[in-house]
């Protein structure tokens, strides 16, 4: 008589169920900072997942991105924290199913016994107890505490497969059809017909009601967020006040330098000018591309952070953000940035102004032991790598950073502390750096770990942005199309950049004297107008000569290699 609610409305609720818990989550975190589930999850795996996975997830995403025409600095984020959130609602719906099934299969007796309800609770633990543990494993962003935080997030997912389990005890005593058009026995009072909604009726109201606890959550949680936002500025309010603090004990103002060197024109002594269409020289702070382990970067109070240095010195240190901008002579440094995963042509590759502390100064104070060989960096999100001293000995640029484009950190991009080591990877280079040890051995940094170069020193690269067919102009008779785009080799600085057409000869473009020679260098070259679809390539020097490396390598281990092509066509 009375069929069993079916194994696809068990989807449907949990999906629905599912949705409206992520708002509520999302809702926590927004009002008052409690933890959001779905990106701790998401961040546990990227950490825990065997190296080799989670990069073949992250190309997936890139060639999806690339496919799509987005922009992979800009974009891969957003398609990170949609993929944390996606991984619930699946988890979710197939909760919703197994549960519906498992209730199917369980109850002998037909009608609501409150199997459902037990069965809900039990996928409440099931699934909120591992989300749970990797929340307080990982969870670098929350305000609250792991018991208040814990105690959300039991409560959350037992009332989630609680109301699951619920609602498949309400379908089950429910009738198929409106109670209104078949009453067999006729008898039923009315008060019954009332609460015993059809089964339709029941699924509609569902979803009407957590539709709008989805919507409600959500659009109240994004609302607050803005505000926060707007209101917080956090880390430059933090360390703003550090610096004004400092300024008045010490009277000195590291931002003067950049100031200065901020002050446009960028780069007075080039005279060169870009090929139209080619990436600006300095990129803007928002364009910087963002690379982490993170679906949000970690949250770190400026204030009440330390960098404490510990180990094999004789004085171990604690430093406040102030103390490394006062004590120390601030160094401005125009740098560029490459995420080793940064394919050819590719925009995982930045150049702004670097400020900081010399590492070798900082280091001095707390006196390294002759034992020491290694300084072990750790970061807020557990990210971590080492930096050999002999390295430190031969290069004195390697910087303690907390200013970039002479404002502080972005949060996104490491708040309150940073390292810069030239010619490196960014992977060798931790944010939100929070300590470092002196130790007489050494110990693999976090994608080393996971398969990557040990070294993960740059390769050479070059990369034409445009071949200006719009901008092409006349000179003696001849029509050329200017041609442009950037070389990097990290701190060994390019000599010689060569574009060929069509596979015939190379021939030597124009250098843009560079920012600094840890920058990336602009060329140019004014290319003899011929109709037609042409395939340009590009490759450059080091500094000392030595040629790009031309096979064609993937990003993994080492950092791709080979020369960039690109396609036009030329109308006249
Ligand atoms: N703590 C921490 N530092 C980190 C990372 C990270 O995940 N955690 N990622 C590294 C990688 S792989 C790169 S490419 C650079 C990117 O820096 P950016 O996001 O500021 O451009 O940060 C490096 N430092
Ligand atoms: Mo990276």
Redesign the pocket.
């Given at each position: 008589m009375r069929n069993k609610p079916g194994v696809l409305t068990g989807a449907l609720t949990g999906g629905l169920m599912t949705a409206a818990l992520i708002a509520l989550l999302f809702l926590g975190d927004g009002a008052i900072g409690l933890p959001f589930v779905p990106f701790d999850v998401f961040d546990w795996m990227a950490r825990r997942l065997p190296g080799g996975l989670v990069t073949f997830g992250i190309d997936t995403m890139v060639n999806l991105l690339i496919a799509l025409n987005l922009s992979v600095s800009q974009a891969a984020k957003t398609a990170e924290q949609i993929m944390a959130v996606g991984m619930l609602v699946v988890t979710g719906t197939g909760s919703g199913l197994a549960l519906f099934a498992a209730a199917r299969g369980l109850s002998r007796r037909a009608g609501g016994t409150g199997t459902g309800l037990l069965a809900g609770l039990v996928l409440g633990l099931l699934v909120g107890v591992p989300g749970l543990l990797m929340s307080l494993n990982v969870n670098q962003t929350a305000l609250t505490g792991p018991v208040v935080s814990s105690l959300w997030i039991a409560v959350a997912f037992l009332a989630w497969g609680a109301l699951i389990g619920w609602s498949y005890d309400r379908l089950a005593a429910t009738p198929l059809e409106e109670p209104t058009t078949a009453s067999p026995a006729g008898v039923e009072p009315a008060h019954v017909t009332v609460e015993r909604l059809g089964r339709r009726e029941f699924l509609i109201r569902m979803g009407v009601s957590t539709a709008a606890v989805t919507v409600v959550g959500a659009g109240l949680a994004a609302v607050l967020r803005r505000r926060e936002e707007e209101v917080a500025a956090a880390p430059e309010a933090d360390s703003a006040s550090a610096e004004q603090a400092l300024r008045r004990a010490y009277g000195s103002d590291p931002t003067l330098g950049a100031a200065a060197l901020l002050r446009p024109p960028l780069n007075p002594d080039a005279t060169l000018e870009p090929a139209p269409g080619t990436r600006p020289e300095y990129t803007p702070l928002e364009q910087?591309?963002?690379?982490?382990?993170?679906a949000r970067p970690p949250r770190v109070d400026g204030l009440t952070w330390r960098l404490s240095i510990s180990g094999l010195v004789a004085s171990p240190l604690e430093l406040t953000l102030a103390d490394l901008i006062a004590r120390y002579e601030p160094v401005h440094r125009f740098v560029t940035?490459s995420?080793i995963s940064n394919r050819i042509g590719g925009d995982l590759i930045?150049t702004t102004l670097w400020t900081g502390a010399r590492l070798r100064d900082v280091l001095a104070d707390a006196r390294p032991l002759s034992a020491a060989n290694f300084v072990l960096m750790r970061?807020a999100?557990g990210?971590h790598e080492s930096l050999s001293l002999d390295l430190l000995e031969r290069d004195d640029r390697i910087m303690l950073t907390y200013h970039w484009d002479g404002q502080p950190l972005p949060e996104e991009?490491?708040y309150p502390l940073r390292i810069y080591i030239p010619d490196r990877?960014?992977?060798k280079?931790?944010?939100?750096i929070t300590s470092l040890e002196l130790s007489a051995n050494d110990r693999a940094g976090y994608?080393v770990e996971r398969g990557w170069d040990e070294v993960a020193r740059v390769n050479a690269t070059a990369v034409i942005d445009t071949v200006a067919g719009d901008a092409a102009f006349e000179r003696g008779g001849q029509t050329y199309v200017p041609i442009g785009g950037i070389a990097y080799a990290g701190a060994r600085g390019i000599s010689k950049v060569e574009v060929q057409m069509d596979g015939g000869e190379w021939v030597e473009a124009e250098l843009r004297r560079p920012l600094s020679n840890t920058t990336w260098v602009i060329w140019r070259i004014d290319w003899p107008f011929e109709e037609g679809a042409h395939i340009f390539r590009v490759r450059c020097y080091e500094g000392d000569g030595t040629p790009q490396v031309a096979r064609v390598a993937d990003v993994r281990p080492s950092g791709a290699t080979g020369y960039h092509e690109f396609m036009s066509r030329l109308d006249g």
């Amino acid at each position: 008589m009375r069929n069993k609610p079916g194994v696809l409305t068990g989807a449907l609720t949990g999906g629905l169920m599912t949705a409206a818990l992520i708002a509520l989550l999302f809702l926590g975190d927004g009002a008052i900072g409690l933890p959001f589930v779905p990106f701790d999850v998401f961040d546990w795996m990227a950490r825990r997942l065997p190296g080799g996975l989670v990069t073949f997830g992250i190309d997936t995403m890139v060639n999806l991105l690339i496919a799509l025409n987005l922009s992979v600095s800009q974009a891969a984020k957003t398609a990170e924290q949609i993929m944390a959130v996606g991984m619930l609602v699946v988890t979710g719906t197939g909760s919703g199913l197994a549960l519906f099934a498992a209730a199917r299969g369980l109850s002998r007796r037909a009608g609501g016994t409150g199997t459902g309800l037990l069965a809900g609770l039990v996928l409440g633990l099931l699934v909120g107890v591992p989300g749970l543990l990797m929340s307080l494993n990982v969870n670098q962003t929350a305000l609250t505490g792991p018991v208040v935080s814990s105690l959300w997030i039991a409560v959350a997912f037992l009332a989630w497969g609680a109301l699951i389990g619920w609602s498949y005890d309400r379908l089950a005593a429910t009738p198929l059809e409106e109670p209104t058009t078949a009453s067999p026995a006729g008898v039923e009072p009315a008060h019954v017909t009332v609460e015993r909604l059809g089964r339709r009726e029941f699924l509609i109201r569902m979803g009407v009601s957590t539709a709008a606890v989805t919507v409600v959550g959500a659009g109240l949680a994004a609302v607050l967020r803005r505000r926060e936002e707007e209101v917080a500025a956090a880390p430059e309010a933090d360390s703003a006040s550090a610096e004004q603090a400092l300024r008045r004990a010490y009277g000195s103002d590291p931002t003067l330098g950049a100031a200065a060197l901020l002050r446009p024109p960028l780069n007075p002594d080039a005279t060169l000018e870009p090929a139209p269409g080619t990436r600006p020289e300095y990129t803007p702070l928002e364009q910087h591309y963002r690379i982490d382990i993170n679906a949000r970067p970690p949250r770190v109070d400026g204030l009440t952070w330390r960098l404490s240095i510990s180990g094999l010195v004789a004085s171990p240190l604690e430093l406040t953000l102030a103390d490394l901008i006062a004590r120390y002579e601030p160094v401005h440094r125009f740098v560029t940035l490459s995420c080793i995963s940064n394919r050819i042509g590719g925009d995982l590759i930045s150049t702004t102004l670097w400020t900081g502390a010399r590492l070798r100064d900082v280091l001095a104070d707390a006196r390294p032991l002759s034992a020491a060989n290694f300084v072990l960096m750790r970061s807020a999100d557990g990210f971590h790598e080492s930096l050999s001293l002999d390295l430190l000995e031969r290069d004195d640029r390697i910087m303690l950073t907390y200013h970039w484009d002479g404002q502080p950190l972005p949060e996104e991009h490491g708040y309150p502390l940073r390292i810069y080591i030239p010619d490196r990877y960014g992977m060798k280079q931790p944010k939100w750096i929070t300590s470092l040890e002196l130790s007489a051995n050494d110990r693999a940094g976090y994608w080393v770990e996971r398969g990557w170069d040990e070294v993960a020193r740059v390769n050479a690269t070059a990369v034409i942005d445009t071949v200006a067919g719009d901008a092409a102009f006349e000179r003696g008779g001849q029509t050329y199309v200017p041609i442009g785009g950037i070389a990097y080799a990290g701190a060994r600085g390019i000599s010689k950049v060569e574009v060929q057409m069509d596979g015939g000869e190379w021939v030597e473009a124009e250098l843009r004297r560079p920012l600094s020679n840890t920058t990336w260098v602009i060329w140019r070259i004014d290319w003899p107008f011929e109709e037609g679809a042409h395939i340009f390539r590009v490759r450059c020097y080091e500094g000392d000569g030595t040629p790009q490396v031309a096979r064609v390598a993937d990003v993994r281990p080492s950092g791709a290699t080979g020369y960039h092509e690109f396609m036009s066509r030329l109308d006249g």
